[in-house]
């Protein structure tokens, strides 16, 4: 039985890969699973706040964020396909090499957010792959991570999330890094889907925009946010309680934020974290509505 829902695993990511029309069609798989999980679609190519983009890699994304205008990028995730197609016909569309990614920033270590690093590290790339402490465990195959479906891909070869020869440069919370003259990228701790997940907090960008690139840690819904079903994390209610305590030291240290960018839904633009103490007094994070309550002050 297992080895059957194994079987049937490994045809649905490799189905996600190959479904792609970057250019004119929605992934037909995350369309799928955005529909199932009642969240905001993922639109492939979409610009986003603060200079990203979001491509969309079978039912996970990953951003390319530019260093200011030198033509440079860090990467935000890395989305699924171990051999990059998708990051590669992005970077060719500008008339830049594979060389212009500088960093990856990893939220987590699940095997739909490493395709990216994974290809760059396997064709030599000079590049840092930024993670915490306890996904770089994982990275690095010395443990196993979190999540009940990751258990089980885990033991497929080639569907587990480590990544071969890497030494992964390990970034606390509430460090921050910059790249550039401008651009800079806070690290906050989010654990609960996995141990070490991390949302990064970008400013400096060419647009003046703050932007949160969450990972797994929530989706968002047309009413507000939602965790990540339980069948994909560790522990739902930690990573609850991440969201909330990230929001109160949000408020406490003045960070604004503009938007909410998680890895498998559409984002949220709104003045910054507030709406998710309402949320904690709500006592339910999806009855939030974030755009409703985008120009209330708490
Ligand atoms: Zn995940």
Redesign the pocket.
């Known amino acids: 039985m297992r080895t059957q829902l194994q079987v049937l695993l490994k045809i649905v990511f490799e189905q996600s890969m190959t479904q792609d029309n970057y250019e004119t069609s929605p992934n037909f798989i995350s369309g799928l699973v955005s529909k199932a999980a009642g969240v905001l679609p993922l639109v492939d190519g979409a610009q986003l706040p603060g200079g990203g983009t979001r491509i969309v890699d079978g039912y996970s994304s990953f951003y390319p964020v530019p260093i200011g205008d030198s033509g440079e990028l860090v990467l935000i995730d890395g989305g699924i396909d171990k051999h990059a197609k998708k990051l590669e016909r992005f970077i060719k569309q500008r008339e830049l090499g594979l060389g212009a990614i500088k960093a990856v920033l990893l939220t987590?270590a699940?095997r739909?957010?490493i395709g990216a690093p994974h290809s760059l590290l396997n064709r030599g790339a000079d590049i840092k792959v930024f993670v915490s402490a306890a996904d770089g465990e994982v990275l690095q195959g010395q443990r196993r991570g979190e999540?009940k479906l990751?258990i089980l891909t885990d033991r497929i070869p080639g569907l587990d999330a480590a990544i071969p020869g890497i030494e992964p440069e390990i970034i606390e919370d509430g460090e921050t890094i910059s790249f550039g003259d401008q651009l800079k990228i806070k690290a906050l701790a989010v654990p609960g889907?996995?141990r070490g997940s991390m949302g990064f907090k970008i400013s400096g960008s060419s647009d003046g925009s703050n932007v949160l690139y969450i990972?797994?840690a929530l989706d968002l819904t047309t009413n507000g946010a939602k965790n990540?079903a339980w069948l994909?994390?560790g522990d739902t209610k930690t990573s609850e309680q991440s969201i909330i305590d990230l929001t109160y030291r949000m408020i406490r240290e003045g960070d604004e934020i503009d938007s909410v960018i998680p890895?498998h839904s559409g984002d949220s633009s709104f003045n910054n974290l507030r709406a998710f103490r309402a949320a904690q007094k709500a006592r339910e994070l999806r009855a939030v509505n974030f755009s409703a309550r985008r120009h209330t002050a708490y």
């Open positions: 987590h699940h739909d957010h999540g990751q889907h996995t990972g797994d990540a994909l994390s890895a």
